[in-house]
């Protein structure tokens, strides 16, 4: 299974992206996938997963309400949409698929990454 972001770059604040994440192989359906980040000098953490089915999502509180989780099972696309951009968004976004159906609630058990989009938000 091959991940691949796509999507980051350079945005104002208050800008908008959307990030892709085009996965290799059908049977990214029948997994939770999420997004993950990496801002310079600090630990990868975890933004947003969303479930196999049922479209059960869930976010980091920086986040919410201003960043959107969604997926395309037939086009083995993830996305993640995000609005009003802060300059503490700007990192390494990765996305990442689960063996489980359902997302954990720290983001844990992913087991396949892709290798990342730049996201930078200067002002």
């Known amino acids: 299974l091959q991940l691949v972001e796509s999507g980051g770059g350079k945005v104002q604040p208050g800008g908008s992206l959307r990030l892709s994440c085009a996965a290799s192989e059908f049977f990214l359906n029948y997994r939770a996938i999420g997004w993950f980040r990496q801002a310079p000098g600090k630990e990868r953490e975890g933004v947003s997963c969303?479930?196999?089915?049922?479209?059960?999502?869930n976010y980091a509180d920086s986040v919410k309400g201003r960043f959107t989780i969604s997926r395309d099972n037939a086009k083995n696309t993830l996305y993640l949409q995000m609005n009003n951009l802060k300059p503490e968004d700007t990192g390494v976004y990765y996305c990442?698929?689960?063996?489980?159906?359902?997302?954990?609630?720290?983001?844990?058990?992913?087991?396949?990454w892709g290798k990342g989009t730049l996201v930078t938000v200067f002002p």
């Open positions: 990442a698929a689960s063996s489980n159906y359902y997302c954990s609630a720290d983001f844990g058990g992913m087991n396949y």
């Open positions: 969303i479930s196999s089915t049922l479209g059960l999502s």
